[in-house]
């Protein structure tokens, strides 16, 4: 079985600064872990993914996330928010015949 | 390009109704998805299929049926056994189940009044 738990229905942060978006989860098989972006009444973008190698994983528009099995954890971050950033983003997690999502995390960037 | 073509994007049926969501891919993926998204519940899985002919539940089937006759072509059908069929309808796509990436379509949003 394999689960996903998103930290934070919302987070909101100020334009300019850090973007941590929380993920964890749990799996009994070493597990594909991925991130997406969704923006209101569209389907889901990929922005990165883990699935074996390097636990930092790079992704578009800035973003990245790391790998850490000790913690079991795959947090997205960016350095620096846009206001583009706002949307809803969603981690995932593989391994079996399909794929688990998290609750969402929606993004809310401020001027 | 190549991508997932979900339609219609607005769809309204009165209760009692079976009503069928239509998803193309041009991808040359062998699994196919529906997922139904409800806001702060995220994706929940309706059914996949990982072959044509052949498809599996997920984890709410209860309500839908769906076929997969093409490659290409996944369609939902939402009947009226489905107590609260109103809900945001992804469909999506992937080489290998599991591992892989998922693309997704555009979605159907379905109000049934």
């Known amino acids: 079985a394999q689960s996903v738990t998103q930290l934070g229905s919302h987070v909101s942060v100020s334009e300019g600064a850090l973007v941590l978006l929380r993920c964890n989860y749990s799996?009994?098989?070493?597990?594909?872990l991925f991130w997406y972006v969704q923006y209101p009444n569209q389907g889901l973008q990929l922005l990165l993914k883990?699935?074996?190698?390097?636990?930092l994983v790079k992704g578009i528009n800035g973003f990245e996330a790391e790998f850490k099995k000790s913690e079991t954890s795959f947090h997205l971050t960016k350095p620096s928010a846009h206001m583009s950033d706002a949307a809803e983003y969603f981690c995932?997690?593989?391994?079996?015949?399909?794929?688990?999502f998290g609750t969402g995390t929606q993004l809310k960037v401020e001027l | 390009d190549g991508g997932i073509t979900q339609s219609p994007k607005y769809l309204f049926r009165k209760e009692g109704q079976n009503v069928t969501l239509s998803c193309e891919q041009n991808?040359?993926?062998?699994?196919m998805y529906w997922y139904r998204q409800d806001p702060g519940q995220g994706l929940r899985l309706i059914y996949y299929?990982?072959?044509?002919?052949?498809?599996q539940k997920g984890d709410i089937a209860e309500g839908y049926s769906v076929s997969r006759e093409k490659k290409e072509s996944f369609p939902l059908t939402v009947t009226s056994a489905q107590k609260n069929p109103t809900a945001f309808y992804l469909c999506?796509?992937?080489?290998?189940?599991?591992?892989?990436?998922?693309?997704f379509g555009n979605g159907t949003r379905l109000t049934v009044t």
């Open positions: 991808l040359n993926h062998d699994a």
């Open positions: 299929s990982q072959i044509v002919n052949d498809f």
């Open positions: 995932a997690v593989g391994g079996g015949n399909k794929l688990t």
């Open positions: 799996s009994s098989v070493p597990p594909y």
């Open positions: 883990y699935t074996t190698g390097a636990t």
């Open positions: 999506a796509s992937s080489i290998v189940t599991g591992q892989s990436p998922l693309h």
